[in-house]
């Protein structure tokens, strides 16, 4: 079982009213239980040193976007805020924002991006994950600083579609 199924479980749990589900594989066995405190915990036995036991939040909390006041008699061609779409943190992690430090940002703003596109790395346990674009438009907005760290559905990035 990769990681992305293991989102893929979560991401069930949480919007269902499944309270547990448990999959077993060989020597792999993994429980996700959803909490009434909106937790869902995953704990595993016999797993590979790569996946240790996580608790992820099931609903990270948004954070507000502040709406920029707009120019007044001035055409404005900075994108509005309610059309943009999110790429959001798949992990609890640290975000960086290039590959290594002598290497240059995978995005920056004004880049455009497909599905598939690497945007960041999330580092988590000592793994560095790449994470790809779900989507396909011009990055507007970073929303994050570079190694900092970031929660599970936090907004990472605001880009305008194409």
């Given at each position: ?31 996700i239980k959803s ?14 040193q790569s996946f ?11 954070q507000a976007l ?97």
């Amino acid at each position: 079982m990769d990681f992305k199924q293991i989102q893929e479980l979560i991401k069930l749990v949480n919007n269902s009213n499944i309270g547990e589900v448990t999959v077993e594989q060989k020597d792999f066995k993994i429980t996700i239980k959803s909490k009434e405190e909106h937790f869902t915990q995953v704990m595993a036995t016999a797993m590979p040193q790569s996946f240790p036991a996580v608790s992820l939040p099931s609903q990270a909390p948004q954070q507000a976007l502040p709406a920029a006041p707009a120019p007044e008699k001035q055409a404005s061609s900075a994108p509005e805020v309610s059309n943009l779409l999110t790429i959001k943190s798949p992990m609890i992690g640290t975000f960086y924002r290039r590959p290594s430090p002598d290497k240059p940002d995978f995005v920056a703003i004004g880049d455009e991006v497909t599905p598939g596109k690497v945007v960041c790395i999330i580092e988590a346990m000592k793994l560095f994950n790449e994470i790809e674009s779900e989507v396909r438009g011009k990055i507007v907005k970073i929303l994050v600083d570079d190694a900092s760290p970031v929660e599970y559905d936090q907004p990472l990035f605001l880009v305008e579609p194409m």
